[in-house]
């Protein structure tokens, strides 16, 4: 007797949450991949065997290697995955997509950035930045690309300044850019998850819209970055500036989508389609600022008169 590759599908996901999480602290192999799989597996359970399934099988998984080695290992730990139960939530709730997209994906953009915040808030000893840009320096020596640099009129103090003021930028932005590793991850096995499976509602790039209400995180991330700078609260303008961040990638997606939703349009001849193509390459900064402004007022005013869902 054959076990139907359906069934032996279900067996693998559940094998999946309940013993990657420990696999992954033991062979040290936590990454995009390794959470890419959990959350698969999360999506995959959920689906078939019901949400209280699938929370009590990643909850076994991630219990079990807190219980062996301690917290210690909780840094390690991507909780990525727990995001995807408020996805199998919406889809068993029968939220619109995009909706059940919206929330889920905050959310594993919250729990992405939380390995952040102990960084954050220790923050990089001097020692550490020395030894970091020395390395660097070290190794442009090594490759020749010093003395490049040198030609260009560049001094190897000045390059020095350079590299600690990118050290301080990348702690700045910190959170912002796990939060977008986060979203990309949970993006990607969201809409390979629904394919798979064969969802009859899945999107086409050129409809997809977040809910209107998405754009107060633009808002929020606005007002935070003004205030923290008028008032002098540093931890304020940060939480502003990398919400910022996270949006002007999500909305210069969302801008893209109107674009090629123009493109399609018969009602704009060819020679304009490829007029605004060329034009897009040739300034590139301006497109590219100018989609993320259709990709944020797209939420308010959806230019594409999508029907909303019910």
């Known amino acids: 007797m054959y076990i139907r590759d359906e069934v032996a599908m279900n067996y693998l996901a559940r094998l999946i949450l309940l013993t990657f999480p420990l696999l992954g602290i033991i062979l040290g192999t936590w990454g995009?991949?390794?959470?890419?799989?959990?959350?698969?597996?999360?999506?995959?359970?959920?689906?078939?065997?019901?949400?209280?399934?699938?929370?009590?099988?990643?909850?076994?998984?991630?219990?079990?290697?807190?219980?062996?080695?301690?917290?210690?290992?909780?840094?390690?730990?991507?909780?990525?995955?727990?995001?995807?139960?408020?996805?199998?939530?919406?889809?068993h709730k029968h939220w619109p997509v995009r909706v059940t997209f919206f929330w889920s994906a905050t959310l594993a953009a919250v729990l992405g950035t939380i390995p952040t915040l102990l960084i954050m808030m220790e923050g990089f000893s001097d020692i550490a930045v020395s030894d970091m840009i020395n390395s660097t320096v070290q190794q442009y020596q090594a490759s020749g690309l010093m003395a490049m640099i040198q030609q260009q009129g560049i001094t190897e103090v000045q390059l020095r300044d350079i590299l600690q003021q990118g050290m301080h930028l990348y702690l700045l932005a910190l959170p912002s850019l796990a939060a977008l590793v986060a979203l990309v991850e949970f993006g990607l096995v969201f809409y390979f998850v629904r394919i798979w499976l064969k969802d009859e509602q899945r999107i086409p790039f050129t409809r997809w819209r977040l809910p209107w209400y998405a754009v107060w995180g633009a808002?929020?991330?606005?007002?935070?970055?003004?205030l923290g700078d008028q008032f002098s609260w540093p931890n304020l303008r940060i939480v502003g500036i990398n919400l910022m961040v996270v949006y002007a990638a999500l909305t210069l997606v969302l801008g893209v989508s109107v674009f090629v939703f123009l493109l399609h349009s018969p009602k704009i001849p060819r020679f304009l389609k490829l007029a605004f193509i060329i034009a897009s390459f040739i300034y590139l900064f301006f497109s590219i600022v100018s989609l993320i402004m259709f990709g944020l007022f797209d939420l308010l005013f959806n230019f594409r008169r999508l029907p909303e869902e019910s």
């Open 32 to 91: 995009f991949l390794w959470g890419v799989l959990v959350l698969g597996a999360v999506f995959l359970v959920g689906h078939r065997r019901g949400l209280s399934s699938a929370a009590l099988s990643l909850l076994i998984g991630y219990v079990a290697p807190l219980i062996i080695f301690g917290t210690t290992v909780f840094g390690q730990l991507s909780l990525i995955p727990l995001a995807g139960l408020l996805g199998v939530l919406g889809w």
């Open 219 to 226: 808002v929020l991330g606005i007002a935070f970055y003004l």
